[in-house]
């Protein structure tokens, strides 16, 4: 069974579960989701020490590890799978995840849709679930359940998996929200970077600045003669 909250009334919901030592947290892209409740309704500290415990999980992230222990996945990103019929290329979203273990109906097309809920639902902000259109619900209800079946369908834990999560969310936030730098260090170390090439007097550095600067004055006067 899944059951739909609002913010408002789920929020309460995940601070009960995410600070239970026995609850695993799992989900797609999860380092997104936790990003979000972190930031936005103060629980950075509570989602910290869920991924400082091991019990955040993955299903993207699992499946490209057990993609790199089989030997499907090379460094480019680039493999294919056998899916009982055919080869298909590696593809790591819910809706392809769903697709390989199969699980439910094929949705790639409707995740891809413009109009899909899973880029709207911030219209049903406030708005009583039981009055939520029906494909917003079933699509949200799908999200939670098909993650579930996926996460059971990869088998058992994962070597690194959770070292994996804790990196990816690490990640996440860096590049959400940049990274922290002491101001008089960074003028040192810019100040430094500038004087560098005059410090070094490098002949070969000297003359590409030369080169450069003759190629834009030449440059200039083509411009001119135009």
């Given at each position: 069974?899944?059951?739909?909250?609002?913010?408002?009334?789920?929020?309460?919901v995940?601070?009960?579960?995410?600070?239970?030592?026995?609850?695993?947290?799992?989900?797609?892209?999860?380092?997104?989701?936790l990003?979000?409740?972190?930031?936005?309704?103060?629980?950075?500290?509570?989602?910290?020490?869920?991924?400082?415990?091991?019990?955040?999980?993955?299903?993207?992230?699992?499946?490209?590890?057990?993609?790199?222990?089989?030997?499907?996945?090379?460094?480019?990103?680039?493999?294919?799978?056998?899916?009982?019929?055919?080869?298909?290329?590696?593809?790591?979203?819910?809706?392809?995840?769903?697709?390989?273990?199969?699980?439910?109906?094929?949705?790639?097309?409707?995740?891809?849709?413009?109009?899909?809920?899973?880029?709207?639902?911030?219209?049903?902000?406030?708005?009583?679930?039981?009055?939520?259109?029906?494909?917003a619900?079933?699509?949200?209800r799908?999200?939670?359940?098909?993650?579930l079946?996926?996460?059971?369908?990869?088998?058992?834990?994962?070597?690194?998996?959770?070292?994996?999560?804790?990196?990816?969310?690490?990640?996440?936030?860096?590049?959400?929200?940049?990274?922290?730098?002491?101001?008089?260090?960074?003028?040192?170390?810019?100040?430094?970077?500038?004087?560098?090439?005059?410090?070094?007097?490098?002949?070969?550095?000297?003359?590409?600045?030369?080169?450069?600067?003759?190629?834009?004055?030449?440059?200039?006067?083509?411009?001119?003669?135009?």
């Amino acid at each position: 069974t899944v059951n739909l909250l609002i913010a408002v009334d789920a929020v309460p919901v995940f601070k009960a579960l995410i600070t239970d030592p026995t609850v695993i947290i799992v989900g797609q892209n999860t380092a997104y989701d936790l990003a979000v409740l972190a930031v936005n309704y103060g629980l950075m500290d509570e989602v910290l020490a869920a991924y400082s415990a091991g019990r955040v999980r993955d299903t993207k992230i699992r499946q490209e590890l057990l993609d790199i222990a089989a030997g499907r996945l090379n460094a480019g990103g680039h493999s294919m799978y056998w899916d009982g019929h055919k080869y298909k290329p590696t593809a790591y979203s819910l809706a392809a995840l769903e697709q390989r273990y199969k699980i439910g109906p094929d949705r790639v097309a409707q995740k891809k849709d413009a109009n899909a809920w899973r880029l709207r639902y911030a219209e049903l902000d406030d708005v009583p679930v039981d009055l939520w259109p029906p494909e917003a619900s079933e699509s949200a209800r799908a999200d939670a359940l098909n993650t579930l079946l996926v996460y059971n369908a990869q088998g058992g834990a994962v070597p690194d998996e959770v070292e994996q999560c804790q990196a990816a969310f690490a990640l996440h936030m860096t590049s959400a929200r940049g990274i922290c730098v002491d101001p008089p260090s960074r003028r040192k170390n810019e100040t430094v970077r500038c004087r560098l090439p005059a410090a070094h007097g490098h002949r070969h550095h000297r003359q590409g600045l030369e080169n450069h600067f003759q190629s834009r004055a030449a440059a200039r006067q083509t411009r001119r003669a135009r």
